[in-house]
């Protein structure tokens, strides 16, 4: 066994990446998406790449199946269990006040409705001690319910539970009896031991609603690889950019709600580490079919937040800041109170943009990048689709007789207003929080990423492009990257006069151990496991946090830790919110410790296999002119190359406008100066 593999499932197309340990070469390929049984679309992508599934070392994918259950609103049917007077926080949920001018502002419906919210006797007072036993016969007449109605799945969030989740333990011990395997049971101090009690129950709901559906995906792909001679465990991508094998994901369903596109993050983070330049800094675009996903790599390390909010839910988990708009080159132009518009609904992969020749009939991005001539319709996906240019034109022309325009006007138009789509996208996450694009590289990546990049660039002031080899299979590629991940929390409620340091590294000392032995459990050698810690704190008077990394365990009880800390937190205050107030005392409210697992890396074998393929030359449309652009394979590419210039390979095309310059570095990456 000696090919380490990763799979990102798309919902267009299904990429695979492949690493040969013995020889260091990395292959990828991709196949369409099977929508009515993935594993076809994985087996078709994995046989393009390597011939048994019996020769692979470490096998890694990330899965969208539970972020699809919920954007479908397909998930579980799920039972709420709360303790006596607490029915309503659920459905009370947070006001608006992020959007309290937003007179069109709606709440996101509750995936619970009301009538299925059940209240248990019992009762906990804020430090965990028992003021009244948890009533075990309303458990078993909920365990009834669930029963009785068919219910899929069943959650229990109970008041003061981070504190001590005795009364939670016994529920669901009480549940799992009665029940037997066929229900999920989830408690909320498993999913999320912190306080908040809405945002607490959120989480616990939404791993019981896309639970069900992430258990058995996984459970078919584990059979199904099994079946074909797979001996390895089957690793999983989660939300935080960490992984973990299947078994665990099973148990912890909703660790793998963004599982996919994140493995683009953490080969942002690999892309950083191997160029060395922006201090580690890079915007990562990824755009698909359907999507365009942004996220950030800032100081070598990915954007990760303690919460999220996913579809209007809060979220409390470790989870990659991402930010996802529909656009992507399935996404379909149309007219609009004679306006041109551009998404977010797309053609997907089934009948997919009118250039597949599948049905498709309405232009997409895809269609406008083809009448332009910035695809090479004979060799698009490295050879495994021949596109119809002539419908792809039509499909434009269509339009631009609607809008009463030139076709060829109209395509550009298409790009532009999708380019500005996407950088607004990119905004949010920099420009709204205080964060400079122009200090940043952006690596593009996607099937479509690379297309569209330096004019996205250009849009920032980005001065410098990314595109590293296998674009189209770059998330899958990251995969292979990443760490083991175990994130382990405990509540520490301390205002500065009363904390213990001692204490707090004894606390930490318990959660490192509890971190290591995890990381045994999936299999990580000992030399290659190790803990990092962090400590929430907040002002005195402030509702929210900011995480404040720790040296060690130790360093809570050394010498001048508090006003060390105290000084870190000011520091990222201000970094923040843009102000501080250093005199103000400060709150400690949960202690962090995360384990991390490392496995061989592949970065360095990412080289181009130079060839001697020809170039041909084209006409291509920028800026309203034609140009005489040359089409080259990526794997001839070698020093500079000045724009026009279409590169193509075989997960993606990299449009380089007039202007700029490309250069292809020692690890394979083409770097685009772009012309301002």
């Known amino acids: 066994m000696s090919y380490r593999v990763a799979m990102d499932i798309g919902g267009t197309f299904t990429d695979v990446v492949c690493y040969d340990e013995r020889s260091g070469a990395v292959t990828a390929s991709k196949a369409p998406t099977t929508p009515g049984d993935l594993a076809e679309g994985v087996f078709a992508a994995l046989g393009r790449v390597m011939a048994d599934p019996a020769d692979i070392s470490f096998f890694v994918h990330g899965t969208t199946q539970g972020l699809n259950a919920l954007l479908e609103r397909k998930g579980a049917r799920v039972l709420l269990l709360a303790g006596r007077g607490g029915r309503d926080v659920y459905q009370i949920a947070r006001g608006n006040r992020d959007r309290m001018f937003d007179l069109r502002y709606r709440k996101p419906t509750p995936l619970v409705p009301r009538q299925d919210v059940m209240e248990i006797g019992g009762r906990l007072d804020y430090r965990g001690q028992e003021l009244v036993p948890l009533d075990e ?139 060395g330049s922006r201090g580690g800094n890079a915007i990562c675009i990824d755009m698909g079919g359907t999507s365009f996903d942004v996220s950030l790599v800032v100081n070598g390390r990915p954007d990760v937040s303690a919460e999220a909010h996913i579809e209007g839910y809060p979220v409390l988990m470790p ?33 997919g943009p009118a250039c597949y020749a599948r049905g498709g009939t309405r232009a997409t991005v895809t269609d406008a990048n083809v009448a332009l001539g910035r695809v090479d319709p004979a060799w698009f996906a490295g050879g495994l689709m021949t596109l119809d240019a002539e419908a792809a034109g039509a499909a434009v022309a269509t339009l631009a007789e609607e809008l009463r325009l030139d076709p060829l006007q109209l395509a550009e138009g298409i790009c532009d207003v999708a380019n500005a789509k996407m950088a607004q996208a990119i905004r949010t996450l920099t420009v709204e929080h205080g964060v400079e694009p122009r200090e940043f590289a952006l690596v593009a990546f996607g099937g479509a990423g690379a297309m569209h990049a330096v004019f996205i660039a250009r849009e920032l002031g980005i001065s410098e492009v990314v595109v590293p ?84 365990a130790a360093e809570p009880a050394g010498p001048g830790f508090l006003p060390a800390i105290a000084a870190r937190y000011a520091e990222a205050h201000t970094s923040r919110y843009g102000h501080a107030t250093p005199e103000a005392p400060v709150e400690f409210v949960m202690l962090r410790s995360t384990g991390f697992g490392s496995f061989p890396r592949s970065a360095a074998a990412v080289l181009p296999a130079h060839g001697e393929e020809a170039a041909y030359v084209r006409d291509v449309i920028f800026d309203g002119a034609v140009h005489s652009t040359p089409v080259l394979r990526r794997s001839s590419l070698d020093g500079e190359l000045t724009g026009p210039a279409i590169v193509v390979e075989e997960t993606a095309t990299t449009v380089i406008p007039p202007g700029c310059l490309a250069t292809v570095d020692d690890n394979g990456f083409l770097i685009v100066k772009v012309d301002q």
């Open 137 to 275: 016969e309303s458990v078993r007449r909920a365990a009834r319910r669930a029963r009785d109605e068919g219910f899929d799945a069943v959650a229990v969030c109970l008041l003061f539970s981070f504190a001590d989740p005795a009364h939670e333990v016994r529920a669901g011990e009480i549940l799992r009896a009665e029940l037997g395997d066929d229900v999920l049971v989830v408690l909320s101090h498993e999913v999320a031991r912190e306080w908040r009690e809405y945002e607490r129950t959120s989480s616990a709901v939404l791993e019981a609603y896309t639970g069900p559906v992430v258990r058995r995906y996984l459970a078919r792909i584990e059979r199904r690889f099994a079946e074909r001679g797979l001996a390895v465990p089957v690793h999983v991508m989660q939300s935080s950019g960490g992984l973990v094998n299947a078994s665990y994901a099973m148990r912890r369903p909703l660790q793998t709600l963004l599982s996919g596109p994140v493995g683009g993050t953490m080969g942002g983070v690999a892309a950083t580490r191997l160029l």
């Open 319 to 351: 989870i990659v800041n991402l930010h996802t708009i529909g656009a992507g080159g399935g996404s379909i132009a149309y007219a609009e109170a004679g306006a041109l518009r551009v998404g977010p609904e797309s053609a997907g992969a089934v009948p």
């Open 469 to 552: 080899r296998f674009p189209g299979a770059f998330s899958a590629w990251g995969m292979l990257e990443a760490d083991v991940r175990r994130d382990l929390t405990h509540p520490y409620f301390r205002p500065q006069e009363a904390l213990n340091g001692d204490d707090m590294s004894r606390n930490l000392v318990i959660l490192e151990r509890e971190a290591l032995e995890a990381l045994s459990g999936q299999g990580v050698p000992e030399e290659r496991r190790r803990v990092e810690h962090a400590v929430d704190m907040r002002y005195e008077g402030q509702d929210y946090t900011l995480t404040i990394p720790l040296r060690d």
